[in-house]
């Protein structure tokens, strides 16, 4: 009897993530929160944007809209450019007349724009404001590629999900950034990092950037680091940070 030999890859191994998905999680934490505002970075058609109800900031250099993203908001301030060119251009403080209270970060999926989202954010939040990173919890190896190339993808059914390698960030924070609290939270597709004890008047990252950049940009997510960075971020589930009405054991100081 011959026996075959596959020459195709194996399927990488999965990590499952089991709490909502993370519009409604965004939605629900907003309103128990009972959010002053919320920015958001990276908007495409608004799914997450339209069902925010506080005055809000949409930044993407490239709006595809296919609904209304004001939704039940009194106010909300489009700005259609990159967030490096926002934060360069604008002063999100000024326009709500307040520190940013949520940011959602999900523009472009590669670790150096996220770190440079995070840096220009962090000056506009007080210390109880909450950023929330998405898509740090790949749930395989293939979808954290810096550049998305489906077709090359062994494990067709996720080959669309990308997250680049913005879960470096996660790392780097932990870091260089003991002083802030990050909370990996389940929710899908691929998690959300919730930041807070934020420090508008840090310089660390900034400061460092060029440094970090060049020590990560050599860093990949192979097998030992896929399970070592899930080991170092168990996530919580979204619906138990939910149930807890303050949410102050998760992000408040
Ligand atoms: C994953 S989508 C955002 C999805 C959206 N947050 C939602 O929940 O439906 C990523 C978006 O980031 C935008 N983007 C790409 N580069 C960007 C940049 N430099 N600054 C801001 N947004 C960017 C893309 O145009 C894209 O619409």
Redesign the pocket.
Same mark, same amino acid.
């Given at each position: 009897m011959s026996e075959e030999i596959s020459s195709s890859p194996p399927t990488p191994k999965r990590k499952s993530l089991i709490g909502p998905t993370? #519009?409604a999680y965004i939605h629900e934490l907003l309103r128990k929160r009972n959010a002053r505002n919320y920015m958001?970075? %990276?908007?495409?058609? %608004? +799914?997450? +944007?339209a069902g925010v109800e506080c005055p809000a900031i949409g #930044?993407?250099?490239?709006? #595809?809209f296919d609904r209304n993203p004001m939704g039940k908001k009194r106010a909300l301030h489009l700005f259609q450019?990159?967030?490096?060119e926002?934060f360069a251009e604008h002063d999100p403080t000024r326009i709500f007349g307040a520190a940013v209270d949520v940011a959602?970060l /999900?523009? +472009?999926?590669q670790f150096e724009?996220l770190l440079r /989202?995070f840096i220009n954010t962090e000056k506009h939040c007080g210390r109880n404001s909450l950023v929330l990173l /998405? /898509?740090c919890l790949p749930i395989n190896i293939e979808m954290t590629e810096r550049l998305h190339n489906p077709t090359a993808r062994v494990d067709r059914e996720i080959a669309e999900w990308w997250t680049g390698d913005v879960w470096k960030v996660v790392s780097i924070l932990r870091e260089y950034r003991p002083d802030l609290r990050v909370v990996p939270v389940d929710v899908r597709p691929t998690g959300s990092m919730g930041i807070s004890n934020l420090d508008p008047t840090s310089t660390v990252l900034e400061d460092r950037y060029f440094e970090i950049v060049d020590r990560y940009h050599e860093v990949v997510m192979d097998a030992p680091e896929f399970e070592a960075y899930w080991a170092a971020n168990k996530p919580l589930n979204g619906l138990e940070i939910l149930k807890d009405f303050e949410m102050s054991r998760y992000f408040k100081v």
């Open positions: 993370y #519009i958001e970075v %990276g908007v495409r058609a %608004g +799914l997450c +944007l #930044i993407d250099p490239n709006f #595809i450019m990159t967030s490096d926002f959602f /999900d523009g +472009l999926h724009y /989202d /998405d /898509d």
